[in-house]
């Protein structure tokens, strides 16, 4: 055998829903949002390019977390013909590696972890910025993530209802079921009632125009936007992204490809006005100051939350005797 021959483990999608909970995301995202804020954790230059075959997107998020001794990246993307085929649309793996020696040490399926971590982003902005008496939870968007957004976000407050709304309303009944199962009442209703009931929001759409105006959010609101990834996305009108005190998970995403591009597009803010929410975790920024004031995390979506995730999994798995193992 070579010297330079290393075990691999290899997880599957299967081991990585048995293995990895929102608790375990939650942490992992948690930690690594701190570590960015602090400079211990990177993320490289995203590349994300049209293949000229099956309309395919595909890419590679990467990056180093210093503190946790995670490296690696995820590479994947966005196949629009695989729905017909059985397949999810979206498609990732994530490959790690010995930040010591760069070789190899595991290759963790992504799709269910890409849906975990975006839910536990959105979830660690609601555990930090919203009020702690939020009762009523507002989901814009019903799609695939939307559930597992709903999940973990009724974890972190005593909400009492849920009311939804999506552009596409045929899409709603699925999101029902998610909240019936956890026990929180649904109404679906329009986006403006929306506005007017709920205390934290979430939209997670793939929308191009803004969906939620400034004047129908009420003062002390939390909004998690989490659907706009890319350049020309939006949600929310620039005017609520304005009025908000703005968090993000990257400053540098924000404001080119996040919720804020529009706001600071249009003059309307400034990159010195959005804080990291890793800097409300490691407590150099204070978050929220007043019960009026709302509150927009912009959640544009790191490589290294998917390494973060990637890596409990690779370690859990381990751990349990779980995972295949390859010698490369
Ligand atoms: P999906 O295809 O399952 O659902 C799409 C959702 O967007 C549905 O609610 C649908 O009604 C709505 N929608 C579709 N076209 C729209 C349009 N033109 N205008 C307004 N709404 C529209 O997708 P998904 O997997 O649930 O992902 C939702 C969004 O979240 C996508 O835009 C995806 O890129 C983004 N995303 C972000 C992150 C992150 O880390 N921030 C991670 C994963 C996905």
Redesign the pocket.
């Known amino acids: 055998m070579s010297a330079d021959a290393g075990q691999v483990i290899i997880v599957s999608e299967g081991e990585c829903e048995e293995l990895v909970g929102r608790a375990q995301a939650f942490e992992a995202v948690q930690d690594v949002f701190g570590a960015m804020a602090r400079g211990d954790a990177y993320n490289f230059p995203v590349v994300r390019e049209a293949i000229g075959h099956a309309d395919a997107l595909y890419g590679f998020k990467s990056g180093f977390d210093r503190a946790g001794m995670v490296l690696g990246v995820k590479s994947g993307g ?1 196949w629009p013909g695989n729905l017909a085929k059985g397949l999810t ?2 498609q990732s793996t994530v490959f790690l590696f010995d930040p010591d020696t760069g070789r190899l040490t595991a290759l963790v399926a992504g799709n269910y972890l ?2 975990v ?2 839910a536990a ?1 959105s979830s660690v902005s609601i555990a930090h910025l919203a009020r702690k008496d939020a009762k009523v939870l507002g989901m814009v ?6 559930g597992f957004q709903l999940r973990a976000a009724a974890e972190q407050r005593d909400f009492e209802k849920v009311v939804a709304w ?3 309303p045929e ?1 709603l009944p699925k999101l029902a079921a998610v909240a019936q199962e956890i026990g929180l009442p649904f109404e679906a209703v329009d986006p403006e009632e929306l506005g007017a009931q709920a205390d934290a929001i979430i939209t ?6 803004p ?1 939620l105006m400034k004047g129908w959010i009420k003062p002390g609101t939390h909004i998690a936007c ?5 350049k020309g ?1 939006q949600e929310v009108d620039a005017e609520l992204v304005a009025a908000a005190t703005a968090f993000t998970d990257e400053v540098a995403q924000s404001v080119t490809i996040g919720e804020c591009q529009h706001a600071i597009g249009s003059g309307l803010i400034k990159e010195g006005d959005i804080a990291t929410i890793g800097a409300v975790i490691n407590a150099t920024h204070p978050g929220r100051t007043s019960d009026d004031e709302i509150t927009l995390f912009d ?4 490589g290294l ?1 998917d390494l973060a995730v990637a890596s409990v999994a690779a370690d859990l798995a381990a751990k349990a005797g779980k995972g295949q193992h390859a010698t490369l």
């Open positions: 966005y649309n979206h890409t849906a971590r975006t982003s968007g019903a799609g695939h993530q939307a999506n552009p596409h899409m997670i759409t793939s929308a191009f125009e969906l989490m659907g706009t990834d890319t996305k959640g544009t979506g790191v939350q």
